[in-house]
């Protein structure tokens, strides 16, 4: 998509960085359903990209220029709305199991279904990763350095009830519990260490909402 560039520093689960309109990330308002992802802990508000997992998400609304006036300053290069998936008449089961390289798995689950006027979507999944290094000198393998593991468990769930043919009521909640480990510094040299350890960043986010 034009005008937006994503930069990762390092592998699975490592900062991600995004640049909308030339702007850093700290200033795009990130929604998932409409609910304000931005990390307000962080030092400039930015939102975790590296933490959001693909499999339940039906599509991605963006939109490009300013829009403080209605979702403050952090909305100075745009905003991004990320949807999920809802559900239809037809009762849909899915499922999937993989593993790759790195000792990586995924592990996903959903099941929705629209009966009457109360409908529901319930999905849950989970990443595991030994990954590589997440700090390697130039020129080197990060295979020869200690490993940085990276863990997501993702649950999302929508509930809805159609009140009449214009009115609905709706409540949504999503929770993202991740934990990534990374590389530091020699504290004798100060110089980047690839085989630091005990460093480890636990990340929980709970969005929710009611809706009318």
């Known amino acids: 998509l034009a005008n937006m560039h994503v930069t990762q520093n390092g592998g699975i689960g490592q900062q991600s960085s995004f640049f909308q309109r030339g702007f850093d990330a700290s200033n795009t308002v990130v929604m998932i359903n409409g609910i304000r992802y931005n990390d307000p802990t962080t030092t400039k508000g930015q939102a975790q990209l590296e933490n959001l997992m693909v499999n339940n998400i039906e599509r991605i609304e963006i939109i490009n220029g300013a829009q403080s006036g209605l979702w403050g300053a952090n909305a100075v290069a745009g905003v991004i709305n990320i949807i999920t998936k809802k559900a239809t008449e037809k009762l849909s089961i899915g499922g999937s199991l993989e593993y790759g390289s790195f000792a990586t798995t995924k592990v996903a689950v959903d099941v929705s279904q629209k009966v009457g006027d109360l409908s529901y979507y319930v999905g849950a999944n989970q990443i595991m990763s030994h990954s590589f290094s997440a700090m390697t000198p130039e020129g080197e393998n990060p295979e020869d350095f200690e490993k940085d ?34 590389d530091s510094y020699d504290p004798m040299t100060y110089l980047p260490d690839p085989n630091a350890t005990g460093y480890e960043t636990q990340t929980l986010n709970r969005l929710g909402s009611l809706s009318y």
């Open 149 to 182: 593991r990276y863990k997501n468990q993702t649950l999302t769930t929508r509930l809805g009830y159609d009140l009449t043919h214009d009115d609905t009521l709706e409540a949504q909640f999503s929770l993202i519990d991740a934990t990534v480990q990374y």
